[in-house]
């Protein structure tokens, strides 16, 4: 099972990619990022997503292309390149999210306190 900063990651390869970026935005959509639940994301970070998400079904189905591929159809070649932006600025964000913070490990002590020395070790 893929997490979303392997989608993330998958996606934005195939947005460096080459052919036109309209359809580059297609596939990293359809292929990788489609099952990904802004819920899923870091509160800073799905605010592009949902903008992303959006866009993309902007458009109603038609003919032979479903909702996305007809919404990036219509976008703009910047519009295109900016959506495509976002996604790359989501994975950086992911990856600098902070990891888990660990405990300071627990002080062990192999031999106790001069005091704390039971009677029958301290005869010696």
Known sequence: MQSNWD???DASVVLAGGGSIKQRLTDAYQNFL???SPDELPRDLRPPFVAFLSALQSAPKTGTLDAVSASVRKMSEADAASH???IVRIFAGLQEQPQAVSRPATMLRA???EDEIP????RA
């Open 7 to 9: 989608r993330f990651r």
């Open 84 to 86: 495509s932006q976002a």
């Open 34 to 36: 489609c099952n990904v």
């Open 111 to 113: 031999v106790p306190l």
């Open 119 to 122: 009677a029958f070790l301290n």
